[in-house]
């Protein structure tokens, strides 16, 4: 499968972005899909995910009540939508599909077999 991020950009801190992450190949609604983030000098970290089963959702404590993970199986897409935006959140963000990831927690990288490019999200202070 392979998926593509978008909807990265430039917005000033207290802003909101969607970022989407469309499949193609293959349709994503037997995956469970995760969002996670690099920032320079850092390691990539989780961000979100939902399953495919039950679409539960997983969020980082980190943003919770700000970032939202959901998923639109009609059109293969899944969306994180991110709401009060701080420069802390700049990062490269990737959105990720595996079929086990459950085995992992659904929070760790290593449940994921299909990674898109990434999308740059910079936030200005």
């Known amino acids: 499968v392979q998926l593509q991020a978008c909807g990265g950009g430039l917005v000033q801190a207290g802003g909101s972005l969607r970022l989407s992450c469309a499949a193609s190949?293959?349709?994503?609604?037997?995956?469970?899909i995760g969002w996670f983030r690099q920032a320079p000098g850092k390691e990539r970290e989780f961000v979100a995910a939902?399953?495919?089963?039950?679409?539960?959702?997983y969020v980082q404590d980190v943003v919770k009540g700000r970032f939202t993970i959901s998923r639109d199986n009609a059109v293969n897409t899944v969306y994180l939508q991110m709401n009060h935006l701080t420069p802390e959140d700049t990062a490269v963000y990737y959105c990720?599909?595996?079929?086990?990831?459950?085995?992992?927690?659904?929070?760790?990288?290593?449940?994921?077999?299909?990674w898109g490019q990434g999308t740059q999200v910079t936030v200005s202070s």
């Open positions: 990720a599909a595996g079929l086990y990831s459950g085995n992992h927690g659904y929070t760790s990288s290593r449940g994921y077999d299909y």
């Open positions: 190949g293959r349709t994503l609604s037997r995956y469970d």
């Open positions: 939902i399953t495919w089963s039950s679409g539960s959702t």
